[in-house]
């Protein structure tokens, strides 16, 4: 099957449908028929169970309690580095933001102001910044965690399609990730602002955050504001911040002057939770 037949079919297909059927699978405790799902899954993405803090996959009561599994103590140690990887999966695409403007693939750019859904004054600070989008297969780990300690600012939750994130679907899609459903996050950090945003796919079942629980699906976009509570929320670098039912992918925003990537990453390589994502602080 042709790649432009992969991408022409998800326009065709009832992806709203199919991901809430899927999230509702996910959610069943089904016994046996739960623990022969998940034994399928390891053996068909050749999932580590050994990294997990669980590795007993008869243990899991539901199909979402296996995927957003804990890594055991130690399974991803943290790099002396100023900004470290969120996330176990891919490099999709990462570098300088063009004006406002974000490399998606060959012949697609996004905007920043689309991304973080029409705000335009917060775009404005990532004006020239950097740009990093990292994949999550089906076979990572699936918590996402701070790169660098961050203050909560705000949070964004932008209704969108469920186009599949894989990256066939990102060379054929335009403006794939600025048109599929995200919750965008605002941090105030040490090197300024700083966005992360996670992006909805088909299948992926909904998004949770460890200060808001899962969020729920909705047609509009809805807005919370966290600066000035009087008990702020705090997060420290490689703590989790939250996390995806199903795979999907991680779009993380600096601004100017704030970063430089690790010379060893490159597009399409494989990356880790802990792993050093800035030059800065590495020795």
């Known amino acids: ?23 509702w699978v996910a959610s069943r405790q089904r016994g046996r028929v739960t623990t022969a799902l998940i034994r399928w899954f390891v053996g068909k993405y050749q999932v580590n169970m050994a990294e997990a803090a669980n590795p007993d996959i008869g243990s899991y009561l539901s199909f979402n309690d296996f ?9 991803r140690p943290l790099a002396d580095a100023t900004l470290i990887c969120p996330v176990d999966g891919a490099i999709s695409q990462f570098g300088t933001i063009e004006g406002e403007q974000i490399f998606q693939a060959k012949g697609h750019q996004y905007s920043t ?30 918590r996402i965690h701070m790169p660098c300690d961050g203050r909560l600012l705000q949070m964004v939750y932008v209704p969108g399609d469920l186009f599949s994130v894989n990256p066939v679907t990102a060379r ?12 965008v996050c605002v941090f105030k950090t040490a090197l300024g602002p700083m966005v992360l945003t996670l992006v ?12 808001h629980g899962v969020l729920d699906r909705q047609n509009t976009l809805r807005q919370w504001h966290y600066e000035g509570q009087s008990a702020p929320v705090l ?12 795979g999907s992918t991680v779009v993380m925003l600096f601004p100017a002057g704030a970063m430089q ?23």
């Open 1 to 23: 099957m042709s790649d432009s037949f992969k991408v022409f079919a998800q326009y065709l297909l009832p992806k709203q449908a199919l991901t809430a059927f899927a999230g």
């Open 67 to 75: 995927f957003t599994r804990a890594l055991r103590p130690g399974a």
């Open 113 to 142: 102001t689309a991304l973080v859904g029409g705000d335009a004054s917060l775009a404005a600070q990532f004006r020239g910044g950097s740009f990093a989008t990292l994949y999550l297969s089906p076979r990572d780990y699936h």
């Open 172 to 183: 054929g899609v335009p403006g794939l990730f600025a048109r599929n459903e995200r919750v």
């Open 200 to 211: 909805g796919a088909t299948i992926v079942g909904s998004m949770a955050t460890v200060w």
């Open 235 to 246: 997060l420290k670098k490689g703590e989790e911040m939250g996390r995806f039912l199903l």
């Open 261 to 283: 990537f690790n010379p060893a990453w490159h597009a399409g390589g494989p990356v880790q939770l802990g792993q050093a994502m800035s030059a800065q602080g590495l020795p």
